[in-house]
């Protein structure tokens, strides 16, 4: 169980150092939270407490150590419902310490779920914020399927992509996690303040930094690793070459988790990245149960996909040959048929008088034919193509 001191030396430090600071994690990882912060505000305690991290960086370190109230930002979170988790805690996602030094120093959390519980079960879906239609109906898609099946959904509550899987999910009454690179209580982007606050309400909404804290590019970037460290998979429906989801599935096959990609037309740049990734070690995924397939239990295999059966499927093989061999157009003699199909004279009459009780032809005095009416099979689509 984590102290009471520990707790409120994390919650200083993540507005100390920037998320996913490695050599920040190397010195938390030596000295403690406490040990850190303590060193950090106290420099002639241990003058050399910090040797081989560059000066500037310790400087600025030490300058927002000294003007950290972390008993307001645990009370400012607290006031939106929320809390705060940090390694020790038994809601700590243990899959996070797979990040080593890049861990996050605490995760801010808004939401009632479990956030442990939850990450055990979990996808990301991500892709382009600029996404096409088609992207969005994929990524909605996947999602709801997801949720239906019992799996939480996890993206970056970004414009285009993200912002379909979050939908998707909560559509199904399912569970959703947005990865937020702000505080918990800023909704960011603007234009997504309803449905973050749709996500709090019915899934999770979590992040590195403190209530209060604005995102920057650098922050978008990291905290990719997070949803890639907490999730089973990560799923990119639509990326460019430079895309951030491909930061994402990058991370995610560094960590040894599965990597899928949706294609898109080879036409369109915004599928570009995916087809790269689907070049190397990611996985092509259409469906919900394609996802399930490699990040589910042993055993949640996707149906088996396959084109309608034909009543012609059906035939013998002697009697498909003697079907093959009859030409389209006038009737023709036996002997021509029995010759084309390789057939004895006897054996072909036994199987057109089998194909005529199918349908599949008619005879004209000595002579057969090919039915003029096609034969549909029982699984065919009525009007369809």
Request: glycine share 12%.
């Amino acid at each position: 169980m984590t102290s009471d001191d520990e707790r409120l030396a994390r919650a200083a430090l993540t507005r100390v150092v920037e998320p996913g600071d490695v050599h920040a994690g190397r010195w938390l990882r030596l000295y403690g939270a406490v040990g850190f912060l303590q060193r950090l505000r106290d420099p002639a305690e241990a003058p050399d407490a910090f040797a081989g991290t560059g000066e500037k960086r310790v400087a600025g370190w030490r300058l927002r150590a000294a003007s950290t109230e972390p008993g307001r930002d645990l009370d400012a979170v607290g006031r939106h419902g929320g809390r705060f988790v940090v390694p020790g805690d038994i809601e700590w996602p243990r899959q996070l310490d797979d990040l080593g030094d890049t861990r996050p120093v605490g995760l801010w959390i808004r939401g009632r779920a479990d956030l442990r519980t939850w990450a055990l079960r979990s996808v990301a879906v991500v892709g382009a914020r600029a996404c096409t239609p088609y992207g969005a109906h994929m990524a909605t898609t996947l999602a709801s399927g997801l949720a239906e099946e019992g799996w939480v959904v996890v993206s970056g509550a970004a414009f285009g992509i993200d912002g379909a899987a979050h939908r998707g999910a909560l559509a199904a009454r399912g569970a959703t996690v947005a990865v937020l690179a702000c505080g918990v209580d800023i909704p960011y982007p603007r234009g997504h303040a309803g449905l973050i606050g749709r996500v709090a309400e019915q899934g999770l909404v979590i992040g590195e930094l403190p209530p209060g804290s604005h995102p920057t590019p650098s922050r978008f970037i990291l905290r990719n690793r997070v949803i890639a460290a907490l999730t089973r998979g990560t799923v990119v429906v639509e990326a460019e070459y430079r895309s951030g989801s491909l930061v994402t599935a990058r991370a995610a096959a560094r960590l040894g988790r599965h990597t899928m990609g949706v294609p898109g037309a080879v036409t369109s740049g915004l599928s570009a990245g995916v087809h790269e990734l689907l070049r190397g070690e990611a996985t092509l995924v259409t469906e919900a149960a394609e996802v399930i397939e490699l990040v589910g239990d042993m055993g949640q295999l996707a149906p088996v996909r396959r084109g309608p059966v034909l009543p012609r499927d059906l035939l013998a093989p002697d009697a498909a040959r003697v079907l093959e061999a009859i030409p389209a157009g006038p009737a023709t003699p036996v002997g021509d048929i029995a010759d084309r199909s390789g057939a004895t004279l006897d054996d072909t009459l036994v199987r057109l008088y089998e194909l005529h009780s199918l349908g599949f032809v008619e005879r004209q005095g000595d002579d057969w034919r090919l039915t003029n009416t096609a034969t549909e099979g029982a699984n065919a689509r009525r009007g369809g193509t």
